[in-house]
């Protein structure tokens, strides 16, 4: 990165992008979700959904129309204006001094921000609050041994707060099933969801749903997973990869007495008692092996 995109890249993360945009003549548009703020031009009808990084600072957008129209503040005025990296630069300046004497942008800009709206001040704190939420959840989930970024949402949901991170390492209060895929050639029991995006770590390339059961399913449990294991498809695998303890032994042989016809596989963890236990296990190997390449110099 030379110096020009250096200086864009720190004046960008300065400025307010949805006071920007509201200075540019966009609107507060229509927001269900907290971690979600969209802003919309009142005269193209243009919408742009924004973001806030909490961790590194500065705001992103990205088009709903465009799918290459994204980035930061910067490649919003490059792509718009067409300007050139230095006038970019310039421009950003004068609008992160807070006098904002330099420009006619510049006072607009500045004059928004003190002024700005009440209900897209209340919605961008909103959003900046939830992306924190998200963040803290991100790294309570990676010391569980999943690194933030690689999570599977579409089988296992988003994670947004601690909470749902409770739900996925905690044990399931009734039957916890993954979504299904119609690619999905096994279905995968074991105790906890957190076992489940374990095992898919592993061995799951992409064609397993999952169920987990708790490590002691109570009567109406057991019910229902009766009529789970009657209902999958021929020609699909059931797993049971409880843990390799003699608690996950005798869960494994109560699952299978309720199918007794039914053909499954028993699976255990190659080391740790859980699945979970071997994902963090193996995630803090990983870790200490990287220090000990960059105390080494590699």
Known sequence: MDVHEELLERFARMIDLPGYLGARGFVLGETRERDQITMTNAATREMLRLEKDVERGGWTYASTSDPSDRGNVADFIVRRDGLARKACIDRLALCCDERGLGSAEAQRYRAYLRTMPSELVRATRAHEQAKLEEL???????????PR???????FGAVKRNADVTKLVGEPRELWASKYRPGDRAVVLVERPIDA??????????SVCYVAT???PDDEQRRKLAHVLAEVPSGTKVVLAFGRDDAG???AAEVQALAPLARMERHAPEFGARWADQMQLERRHALSMQRVGVGLGR
């Not at 970024?149 to 089988?155: A, K, P, W």
Request: glycine letters at 12%; aromatic letters at 6%.
């Open 149 to 155: 970024g690689t999570l599977d949402e579409s089988r």
């Open 214 to 216: 708790g490590t002691k």
């Open 249 to 251: 032994k005798q869960l």
């Open 136 to 146: 803290a959840a991100a790294r309570t989930l990676e010391r569980f041994g999943v």
């Open 197 to 206: 995006i374990a095992y898919e770590r592993a061995h799951g390339r992409q």
